[in-house]
């Protein structure tokens, strides 16, 4: 496997249901992000793990919930979410540092239909 | 407050015609300037980038123009071919502003008919 995975590719779930997205880079890079893309908006930036370390949470709501074990591992747990949570989830990787986080490198997502 | 204008939505040009997508931001501290391309049931992938300290960049077929008194920042896809249809984000990053990460513009659909 090269690059970066996510899987699932898709996800239904109700509101009341707890579900993980797993995200997993082979590229050595030191920098893992996670964001939900929504039609007509931009690319909306949730969590930042720098060499392990979350650096950056954009007032993303307490039913996502991420986890980083290790630099090659990003996990996105969900719970009660709601239906506007309905969205396309990207995983990215970048090598650690600000200075690299312009030159990310996607996953194919995971598209999560909350019902 | 979105900090990144993209434009337009959606684009259609002729093949062997010229795309141009425009963008324009409004953090001053910005200083890196890439351009994704994202086809249906892929995630976004790096195309193109520049740095403010020149006003051109080209690669191949795909060009940036840069404008930093004016804020704006222009991707032009020559000799546009149909496998260049995809969604296009322009997007903006402050490399010295801690985690703040990307920000994006909201896409381009971009359709080159035969």
């Known amino acids: 496997e090269t690059g970066v995975t996510q899987t699932p590719r898709h996800l239904v779930m109700g509101m009341t249901n707890k579900k993980s997205l797993k995200c997993e880079q082979h590229l050595g890079h030191n920098a893992m992000y996670w964001y939900k893309q929504s039609a007509k908006k931009p690319l909306e930036l949730m969590f930042v793990?720098?060499?392990?370390?979350?650096?950056e949470n954009n007032s993303v709501p307490s039913r996502f919930s991420p986890e980083c074990p290790n630099s090659s591992h990003l996990f996105l747990h969900l719970h009660t979410l709601q239906p506007e949570d309905s969205a396309l989830y990207l995983c990215?990787?970048?090598?650690?540092?600000?200075?690299?986080?312009?030159?990310?490198?996607f996953g194919e997502g995971s598209r999560l239909t909350v019902l | 407050q979105q900090q990144v204008k993209q434009s337009p939505q959606s684009l259609i040009v002729q093949k062997g015609g010229i795309s141009i997508i425009n963008c324009a931001y409004e953090?001053?501290?910005?200083?890196?300037f890439p351009w994704y391309q994202q086809f249906p049931g892929k995630g976004p992938a790096l195309l193109i980038a520049i740095r403010p300290d020149v006003s051109e960049k080209k690669e191949g077929r795909f060009t940036i123009s840069f404008n930093k008194s004016a804020k704006q920042f222009s991707l032009h896809i020559m000799d546009s071919q149909p496998g260049d249809s995809a969604t296009y984000f322009c997007a903006a990053l402050n490399s010295g502003g801690g985690a703040d990460g990307l920000t994006f513009g909201k896409g381009t659909h971009l359709i080159i008919q035969p």
């Open positions: 953090n001053t501290a910005f200083d890196y």
């Open positions: 793990y720098n060499f392990k370390e979350q650096t």
């Open positions: 990215a990787s970048s090598q650690g540092g600000a200075g690299w986080a312009g030159e990310l490198f």
